[in-house]
């Protein structure tokens, strides 16, 4: 059983940079491949990136390469989404996902991941 909990979200004008964590209970974590995804107000819930356990491979949304990046402390048992150049439409719910598979074809598909945190709102201001 892994438990999420994300923090780190808030309003930033465009342009900005926020950083989210994602803290994990239980000594799990580090056997998980974990994700990044973002809903916004009535859309579907979006992948915006994933990384494996040991942090050696990361897949990003093309929108996103670039200004975003993933990075994860196995010690620590927290991932983290350090989020550059902010715009309007990064606005949503950002939440963290853990996956045992791995990041294969289906790193995208919501239905894929185990266990998902509660999330954390990112609202950016144009």
């Known amino acids: 059983q892994v438990q999420l909990v994300e923090s780190g979200g808030g309003l930033v004008e465009a342009g900005g940079s926020l950083r989210l964590s994602c803290a994990s209970s239980?000594?799990?974590?580090?056997?998980?491949?974990m994700g990044w995804f973002r809903q916004a107000p009535g859309k579907e819930r979006e992948f915006v990136v994933a990384i494996s356990w040991n942090g050696g491979t990361t897949r990003y949304l093309d929108s996103v390469l670039g200004r975003f990046t993933i990075s994860r402390d196995n010690a620590k048992n927290t991932l983290y989404l350090q989020m550059n150049s902010l715009k309007p439409e990064d606005t949503a719910v950002y939440y963290c996902?853990?996956?045992?598979?791995?990041?294969?074809?289906?790193?995208?598909?919501?239905?894929?991941?185990?266990?998902w945190g509660q999330g954390t709102q990112v609202t950016v201001s144009s």
């Open positions: 239980g000594r799990a974590f580090s056997t998980y491949n």
């Open positions: 996902a853990a996956r045992s598979m791995g990041l294969g074809a289906s790193v995208s598909s919501p239905e894929r991941y185990d266990y």
